[in-house]
């Protein structure tokens, strides 16, 4: 049976070390952290593992799975290709959604092969994680070998496999943050302007959460252009005046997000093909003009 060491571990790597050690289809050897109290923890978590903290207490592994933080990786390559363990029989891969594979490439000077799993999952309890990582959609980038490896270690314990650009791996994962992270961000700014409307916090709450829910629904049902409603859906150049207008009094910050969002729904919507060419014509206009003005 191949084995596998952890490399940092933190919520992903104590997630990922547990499912994988829990389907027989490989064996934890050592965990590695800055503490072996810390790595004590986390091999008590995923119920196996040799706890280490210095990179030369390392035994050989088949497969190291580096799960630190995005900065410490290089750092940790490096401190891995002075041990004497890396050889063509090897693989080493990290979990960022940011990095490619290449960020190991120190390791294939020794032959090792090299890849990159990015699992699109929020892992804020490791233990909640184990539970309901069946299902997760998992990235994946790098040698051939490796992603062949990759793709069936984490098929194995429940991940679905997508293959990402590695030249483009950055804006990649900047379309999870504009999803996820940034999808909170705009649902505040709307409550923002429910309550510069009189509407409490509270109650806008409410009145949004069907919106919202009715229309991610409508999204992953039939398709972003056929999801978009609304003035620039209906190419009502005179509400997106007004709005613009109303929301450079206000606040120039909910303008800009306004100016920019519209201009991807102006696209949209040309696309369904439903509004008249010149209102979507003149809401073009008014964007621009607007970008212009307030730069």
Same mark, same amino acid.
């Given at each position: 049976?191949?084995?596998?060491?952890?490399?940092?571990?933190?919520?992903?790597?104590?997630?990922?070390?547990?499912?994988?050690?829990?389907?027989?289809?490989?064996?934890?050897?050592?965990?590695?952290?800055?503490?072996?109290?810390?790595?004590?923890?986390?091999?008590?978590?995923?119920?196996?593992?040799?706890?280490?903290?210095?990179?030369?207490?390392?035994?050989?592994?088949?497969?190291?799975?580096?799960?630190?933080?995005?900065?410490?990786?290089?750092?940790?390559?490096?401190?891995?290709?002075?041990?004497?363990?890396?050889?063509?029989?090897?693989?080493?891969?990290?979990?960022?959604?940011?990095? +490619?594979?290449?960020?190991?490439?120190? %390791?294939?000077?020794?032959? $090792?092969? #090299?890849? &990159?799993?990015?699992?699109? @999952?929020? /892992?804020?309890?490791?233990?909640?994680?184990?539970?309901?990582?069946?299902?997760?959609?998992? +990235?994946?980038?790098?040698?051939?070998? %490796?992603?062949?490896?990759? $793709?069936? #270690?984490? &098929?194995?314990?429940?991940? @679905?496999? /997508?293959?990402?650009?590695?030249?483009?791996?950055?804006?990649?994962?900047?379309?999870?943050?504009?999803?996820?992270?940034?999808?909170? %961000?705009?649902?505040?700014?709307?409550?923002?302007?429910?309550?510069?409307?009189?509407?409490?916090?509270?109650?806008?709450?409410?009145?949004?959460?069907?919106?919202?829910?009715?229309?991610?629904?409508?999204?992953?049902?039939?398709?972003?252009?056929?999801?978009?409603?609304?003035?620039?859906?209906?190419?009502?150049?005179?509400?997106?005046?007004?709005?613009?207008?109303?929301?450079?009094?206000?606040?120039?910050?909910?303008?800009?997000?306004?100016?920019?969002?519209?201009?991807?729904?102006?696209?949209?919507?040309?696309?369904?093909?439903?509004?008249?060419?010149?209102?979507?014509?003149?809401?073009?206009?008014?964007?621009?003009?607007?970008?212009?003005?307030?730069?």
């Amino acid at each position: 049976m191949k084995t596998f060491s952890i490399i940092g571990c933190g919520a992903v790597g104590k997630t990922v070390g547990r499912l994988l050690q829990q389907s027989g289809s490989v064996a934890v050897r050592d965990i590695l952290t800055r503490s072996t109290a810390s790595a004590q923890t986390a091999a008590d978590f995923i119920g196996a593992g040799r706890p280490v903290a210095d990179f030369n207490k390392l035994e050989r592994a088949d497969l190291y799975l580096v799960a630190s933080p995005d900065d410490a990786i290089a750092a940790c390559v490096r401190e891995l290709c002075r041990t004497d363990l890396l050889d063509r029989d090897t693989t080493v891969c990290h979990f960022s959604g940011s990095l +490619g594979s290449a960020l190991l490439e120190p %390791a294939a000077q020794f032959g $090792a092969q #090299l890849a &990159s799993v990015h699992p699109v @999952k929020s /892992f804020a309890d490791p233990a909640v994680c184990v539970g309901d990582f069946a299902g997760t959609w998992c +990235g994946i980038e790098g040698d051939p070998q %490796a992603r062949e490896l990759m $793709a069936e #270690l984490f &098929s194995a314990i429940g991940g @679905k496999i /997508f293959n990402i650009d590695p030249r483009f791996k950055t804006i990649y994962h900047a379309g999870s943050v504009l999803a996820c992270n940034y999808l909170t %961000a705009l649902l505040e700014a709307g409550l923002r302007a429910f309550e510069k409307g009189g509407v409490p916090r509270e109650t806008a709450l409410l009145v949004m959460e069907p919106l919202v829910r009715g229309t991610v629904d409508n999204v992953f049902r039939a398709g972003t252009a056929r999801a978009l409603t609304g003035p620039i859906a209906r190419g009502d150049a005179g509400v997106v005046a007004r709005q613009l207008d109303a929301l450079e009094s206000y606040d120039g910050q909910l303008a800009l997000i306004y100016r920019a969002l519209g201009s991807v729904a102006l696209e949209l919507s040309r696309e369904r093909g439903q509004a008249c060419a010149p209102g979507l014509a003149q809401i073009e206009e008014l964007l621009a003009t607007a970008r212009v003005g307030a730069s």
